[in-house]
């Protein structure tokens, strides 16, 4: 009976790292494009259009890009660790 | 009789050493994914920052309404997850990146949701991005430098990282608002993500902490007759 319990739950982390594998190409790539509307945003409005008021959205671009990158970098190191593990 | 006590207890010993590896192996696939969900709860949280592309979205009537309905039915539908999680409709196990104490609490993901929805709903952006940058980046570096560095070095890390977000966020304002600002907004969220209590998770607390110490202020000013406000950091498309 535990082992049977055991297994299923077993499976079910299997199940869950592929799960994760899914998810990865959305929490990497979402930020990337946002941080990138933000910065597209601020060189057509602020950059070409000369409005400071747009300067607001390049930090924000600049910070969700920088830090989305510092911490999908040891993500993906995981992730491939855990492919080489299978 | 002596050949086969021998098999007998070559063969027990054989079992024993099979199950410890099984065991082992176990141990082993379970402390892999712990690691993987690590860096998954990490990601997760920088993720969040993204919500910040709610401000970007045009000002329109039908939008507008969007921006209240959509939010509050996201996080209902989060909320009658957790639910049924913790009535035990859902097993605990299909939860990838769950931790132990949230067995049998709401899991840090609602209180990460409905946090961001009462900064949406009823702050303005001024307050509300900095708290949001706070949640997504603050907590998750103040976990990782907790690990190399220590508790105190970590939340001194996790003070300044917070007082540049401030900084970034309401540049505009006078230099003694700014001041002020990121001061009192620091030491909110350091306050937010030391006090642990309960039922009540560090991720709202990070973000709500901050935002009601700006509220006060704000409104303690503009009853003196000045409004400290800066303009708004994101425009709509």
Redo the contacts between chains.
């Keep these: 009976m535990k082992t049977s319990t055991?297994r299923r739950?077993?499976s079910?982390?299997k199940l869950?790292?592929r799960?994760?594998l899914w998810?990865a190409p959305l929490?990497?790539v979402?930020?990337l494009?946002?941080?990138l509307?933000?910065l597209g945003?601020w060189y057509v409005?602020g950059f070409i259009g000369r409005s400071a008021?747009?300067d607001?959205?390049l930090?924000?671009g600049l910070?969700?890009l920088i830090?989305?990158l510092?911490?999908?970098i040891?993500?993906l190191r995981?992730?491939r660790?855990?492919k080489k593990?299978q | 009789m002596f050949f086969s006590e021998m098999t007998a207890r070559d063969t027990l010993k054989r079992t024993k050493q099979k199950m410890t590896e099984y065991q082992i192996g176990i141990l082993e696939q379970l402390n892999a994914i712990e690691v993987d969900a690590h860096w998954f709860r990490r990601v997760f949280h920088t993720f969040a920052a993204s919500f910040l592309f709610y401000y970007l979205l045009p000002d329109e009537k039908w939008i507008n309404l969007g921006k209240i309905v959509l939010p509050i039915i996201i996080v209902a539908c989060m909320a009658v997850v957790e639910y049924q999680r913790i009535r035990g409709g859902l097993d605990h196990h299909r939860f990838f990146g769950l931790r132990n104490y949230e067995k049998k609490r709401p899991a840090s993901y609602l209180y990460f949701g409905i946090g961001v929805l009462v900064l949406f709903l009823l702050f303005p952006q001024q307050i509300a991005i900095p708290c949001i940058l706070c949640a997504s980046f603050t907590d998750p570096i103040i976990g990782e430098s907790r690990y190399y560095l220590g508790k105190k070095r970590a939340y001194l890390i996790g003070f300044v990282v917070s007082l540049c977000f401030f900084l970034v966020s309401w540049y505009r304002a006078d230099w003694w608002i700014l001041l002020l600002v990121c001061l009192l907004g620091a030491t909110g969220v350091l306050i937010g993500e030391a006090k642990k209590l309960r039922f009540v998770d560090d991720d709202l607390m990070i973000q709500m902490l901050p935002a009601i110490l700006l509220l006060l202020l704000w409104q303690g000013c503009v009853a003196l007759g000045v409004n400290i406000l800066p303009p708004k950091m994101i425009l709509p498309l």
Excluded: C, H, R, T
Aim: hydrophobic residues 50%; negative net charge.
């Design positions: 055991n739950n077993e079910a982390q869950l790292l799960l994760e998810f929490l990497l979402v930020p494009i946002v941080s509307v933000f945003d409005k008021s747009y607001g959205e930090f924000l910070l969700l830090g989305n510092l911490f999908d040891p993500f995981s992730l660790m855990q593990k």
